[in-house]
Structures are given as C-alpha cells and as structure tokens.
C-alpha cells in the first residue's frame, strides 16, 4: 500500500524513509538490508498504521477494545459502579502507557479525572504482547512475548515465548474474525489475564531479530502479495532486556565501538540505544518511573543482563541484578 493513496494524504518525509518505515534510528538495523518493494508500505508505528489504514484505525480506541469483549469501561465523567478499576488516555498513539493507572477509591477517580480518559475493569495476571500475522480478517500466526513488568509503567524483560498459548490464541483469533474483517498484515495485541488491552495496527519493533531467521521476508511477502508463509513451528526463546535511568537527567551516546562491542558478544542478538541525543530528556515520551536509555536483545537472559549492567555503568545508573 502506498501511504499517498489513502484519503489523499501526502507522503511523508521522514529523515529514514524506506518501505518498512521505521522513526526510531536505533531500529533501523533490523530493516537496512531487508528486500521489499518500492510501493509496499510497512508500519511499525502507531502514527503509520492510523494513516494507512482508515477502515481499521477504529482499533486504537480503547474504550472500543473494551466494548468489544463485553468488558466494564466508560469515559471519564461516567462514574465505576465499584474499585479498583484501572484509568488510562482512550487514545494514545504515542505515549509508552503515560497517563495509566489504577484507582482504588472515589476518592482518586475524582482526582484523576480528566478529559480524554476511560476507565475499565483492572484486569490483573501476565501482561503479554503478541504479534499476529492476519490474511483477509483471519489469524494465520502468533507469537507471545511475556513482559516482567517493574512499577510505574516500566518492564525489566520481555520473554519471547516458545511456547503456545491456546486459551489466549482462540481468543485473539476469534476477536480477529470478528472485528477485522479485509484487514490483511501485521497486528500487535497486547493482553492481560487473556483479555485484549490494546491493539495496534503494525508488529512490535523492538525485537523481530528474535522471531526467527526468513521472520522479516515472510512479513514483506503478507504486504506485498496478501500471503503468510511462515512455520509456525519456528520458535526459539529470545529475551529484550531493558534498561531505564531517572528522569531530569541529560545523558550521552556511549562510543559506537562499545556498543559493537556488546552486540558481537555470545548470546547476544542486538542492542539498541533508545534515545535522542540531540533531544533534551523531557522531549521524550516515557513513563514515569524512568527513562528508557538502552534494550539488549539476547538469546541467553544472563548474557542480556550482563550487558545491561555494563551499559548501565557507562550511562552511570543503577541496575537490580535480574536471573
């Protein structure tokens, strides 16, 4: 799909621009050297995937997600019948979970309440994100990765699960049939305890090295030509270890060769550098219990953590020793 075909919108220049459109800099190693052709876009952003796809964009109100599984939600202003229930922005394209959190009293909804936000049934257990492969509204593959979730909004890891999920799968399946009909590419369905949170029109970009060699060929060819043609056997446990530091601090870009370095290392994948240097730190979206300076992508969690913590000295921060 050409992004100037949908409503008129005109292209975009972005300072990256190539097919599989990508505004982080420090993800545009996974893409690089990736074919696809010329007239086939491919969101990994929010912005993207609201653009480009207009009959489906509906997804990233979530107070529809919310609706749509039968769940308790309203907008602010309509009052829970009982707490705790959890609040959060109805859309937030661009955010990192900026605004969430959970109300335990009256008390709290009436202080948190404010316009633009939902509140909906506190769905607690493991919060999973899973990326399906979908053809004409119909789920041809999915993958889980499972988040270690820290406070304030933040992960520690994520697990790329080589294992099923069948009671999750059924049920993102059935959501798919039901609501995305002539929807053809990649979605991105965050859950917890089973039940839909989110849903983005694109795959999560943080780690697609770890789904598995030919991954980013088979995802091409499902934009490209409307087909999925990617073992679902193919799986290998993979980890995304991040590193967070405070806020109102203004860091630096270690040296490019230390980075190398790390990424060359046994058991490591790939490490990003998540940042904007020629950004101050509060022009950055991030959550509020730290900012996001480093991800190291690895096949073993103790390798992964073992670099963190070098990174962690560099940017001189304190890092709790994970397994």
Known sequence: MSPAAVSGTPLLRYDFLMPIRERDPWRLQYFADVGCPDDVFIATDDADGYRWNPAHRWVYNKLLI?????????????????????????????????????????????????????????????????????????MRWIRHVLGLAKTGGTFDYWTIEERRRPILEAHCA????????????????????????????????????????????????????????????SRETGFSVVLFGPHLREYRYPEQSFVDEIAKRRGISSVQITFHEDKPASAHAMPPSGFR???????????????????????????????
């Open 66 to 138: 919310a609706e749509s599984q039968g769940l308790e939600c309203a907008p602010h202003g309509v009052d829970p019948p009982h707490y705790p229930v959890f609040s959060k922005p109805i859309i937030n394209l661009d955010g990192m979970g900026v605004g969430s959190r959970r109300l335990s009293s009256a008390e709290e909804y009436a202080l948190a309440r404010q316009p633009g936000h939902m509140w909906m049934t506190l769905l607690e257990g493991e919060h999973v994100s899973s990326d399906a492969a979908v053809v004409d509204g119909k």
């Open 174 to 233: 059935r959501w798919i049939e039901s609501f995305m009909a002539g929807y053809t590419g990649m979605l991105n369905i965050e859950s917890i305890d089973d039940g839909i949170i989110e849903v983005h029109l694109r795959f999560a970009d943080q780690w697609p090295d770890l789904y598995g060699r030919d991954w980013l060929d088979a995802v091409v060819n499902l934009y490209a030509s409307g087909t999925w043609h990617y073992p679902q056997e």
């Open 293 to 323: 300076l480093a991800i190291v992508n690895a096949r073993d969690l103790q390798a992964g953590c073992l670099a963190r913590s070098e990174l962690a000295r560099h940017f001189g921060v304190a890092v709790a020793q994970s397994p």
